[in-house]
């Protein structure tokens, strides 16, 4: 099946940096991906659908200066979570949709997620 | 706006049992709806894809239905194992592309 990958798994970082996610869509093009946070013992909540050469749709709630997504080609999209406060500690997952299967928007792949810990 | 709910939340069996998981979710118009495992602290794994005009989609000791107009989907696991022991999660998605996702099943298998 697809896959998809995140870099990296797990970062800590200090409050007031910024961090970088990376979510790769390995063998196939995905023109949409989505990003995806879960706080402990919750669910994946949408952050934000990202496009290829478009602007990210963010969710309602979700701040788009502080969540910068960067969809620069059709195998790669970025989450940099700026000046991250401990607050932003979670669990970001992103997804990829295959086109061609199932439909218009296929199906979804999930990648492994990664932890960040803002101390 | 969708809604997903999971019940039970939580749920503990022993070794052998079979049991069902249950997803109920508020929007019928809804494109296909996913089943996932996941570890503590790990990542997704699908389980199950049923799209809306299915009924029903069987893996191994899993068999997941969907009743789209009354927004019900249940995921049968049969012969429960330890190693079944996670957190199961639904997830609605629209033809937008979106999920909605339940709170989640935390299931326990005993030996």
């Known amino acids: 099946g697809a896959v998809v990958s995140q870099h990296p798994s797990r970062v800590i970082c200090k409050s007031g940096t910024s961090v970088k996610i990376e979510c790769r869509s390995l063998?196939?093009?995905?023109?949409?991906m989505f990003w995806y946070r879960q706080f402990p013992k919750q669910s994946l909540m949408l952050m934000a659908t990202s496009n290829e050469g478009s602007k990210a749709t963010y969710e309602q709630g979700v701040e788009k200066d502080k969540f910068l997504i960067n969809h620069a080609s059709l195998t790669l999209s970025t989450l940099t979570v700026t000046s991250a406060h401990p607050e932003d500690s979670s669990f970001y997952i992103c997804s990829a949709v295959a086109p061609g299967q199932g439909g218009p928007f296929g199906t979804q792949y999930f990648g492994p997620g990664t932890r960040l810990t803002v101390l | 706006k969708q809604e997903v709910t999971q019940i039970p939340a939580a749920l503990s069996v022993p070794e052998g049992e079979n049991l069902v998981l249950n997803c109920s979710f508020t929007d019928s118009a809804i494109y296909n709806l996913q089943w996932f495992r996941q570890d503590p602290g790990k990542g997704l794994t699908s389980l199950l894809l049923?799209?809306?005009?299915?009924r029903e989609q069987t893996s191994g000791r899993l068999n997941a239905s969907l009743d789209k107009s009354s927004g019900r989907s249940t995921l049968y696991i049969a012969a429960s194992q330890p190693g079944d022991s996670a957190t199961y999660l639904c997830?609605?998605?629209?033809?937008?592309?979106?999920?909605?996702f339940g709170d989640g099943t935390t299931l326990t298998v005993k030996p």
């Open positions: 049923i799209q809306s005009s299915q």
């Open positions: 997830a609605v998605n629209t033809n937008a592309g979106k999920s909605t």
């Open positions: 063998d196939f093009q995905a023109t949409t």
